[in-house]
């Protein structure tokens, strides 16, 4: 699953954010958009855990501000 989060300030807990997700999902991905704007997620993790998990790393945001995108997956990677 992919989730966006709207970034508006500049993200000093970027570090920590990215420790903290791949602490929980190995195989997370963690970046920032281009125009800084949107802190990007893609993992396996729900929601509920993907805020709190940012949030205790330092930037509080609520289940509602992190967006769930809908699946590109078309399944050929993994069978």
Same mark, same amino acid.
């Given at each position: 699953?992919?989730?966006?989060?709207?970034?508006?300030?500049? !993200?000093?807990?970027?570090?920590?954010? +990215?420790?903290?997700?791949? +602490?929980? +999902?190995?195989?997370? #991905?963690?970046?920032?958009?281009?125009?800084?704007?949107? !802190? =990007?997620?893609?993992?396996? #993790?729900? =929601?509920? =855990?993907?805020? @709190?998990?940012?949030?205790?790393? @330092?930037?509080?945001?609520?289940?509602?501000?992190?967006?769930?995108?809908?699946?590109?997956?078309?399944? @050929?990677?993994? @069978?």
């Amino acid at each position: 699953m992919e989730y966006h989060i709207p970034v508006c300030t500049p !993200l000093a807990a970027f570090g920590a954010i +990215d420790d903290a997700i791949r +602490d929980a +999902d190995p195989a997370a #991905l963690v970046d920032i958009d281009p125009a800084g704007t949107t !802190l =990007r997620i893609s993992t396996l #993790l729900p =929601r509920a =855990r993907v805020a @709190g998990l940012v949030t205790a790393a @330092g930037y509080p945001v609520e289940p509602v501000q992190v967006r769930q995108l809908p699946s590109i997956c078309c399944g @050929g990677c993994s @069978g």
